[in-house]
C-alpha cells in the first residue's frame, strides 16, 4: 500500500494534468451503470497539453472488467477525439487499449482494492 501511495503522490506533484490540468468527473453519467458499481469505483479524467489519463479507482474487493460510459461533453471538453487509445497504467505498469466514445464504454480492469491510472495515447 505505501508503495501505491508514493506512486500517487509523485504523479500528483510532477505530472502537470494532476496538478493543473483539466477534471472531469465521470460518475453522473455512470450511477445506474450496470457494468460499474457507483458505490464502489469512481472514474474521471485529467487532461493538461498532450497528458491525458483516465483514472478509475476501485474501493472494494471486486476484481474484473467495469464499462466507463464517457459523455461527448467530456471528450469536447477535454478536447480528446474519440477512437482507440493505448494505454499504459502507471501504477502497475501493464500497457493495453481502449475506446474513448460516447457511443462505447470503455472497459478497464480492476484489480481488487485498487486503482488504474490509465495514460492515453492516441492510436
Known sequence: LYE???KVLRLATRDEAFRQ???FDLMYVNLNNARLDANRVYAFMRVAGESSFLVVC???DYEGQVGINI???ALDYLQLDAGSYFTQD?????????VL???EQATVHLEPWSA???RLNKQ
Not at 502507471?90 to 481502449?98: E, M, Q, T
Open 4 to 6: 501505491q501511495y508514493k
Open 21 to 23: 490540468g483539466k477534471f
Open 58 to 60: 476501485n474501493f472494494s
Open 71 to 73: 459523455p461527448q461533453h
Open 90 to 98: 502507471l501504477l502497475s505498469g501493464r500497457h493495453d487499449h481502449l
Open 101 to 103: 466514445s460516447a457511443q
Open 116 to 118: 488504474a491510472v490509465l
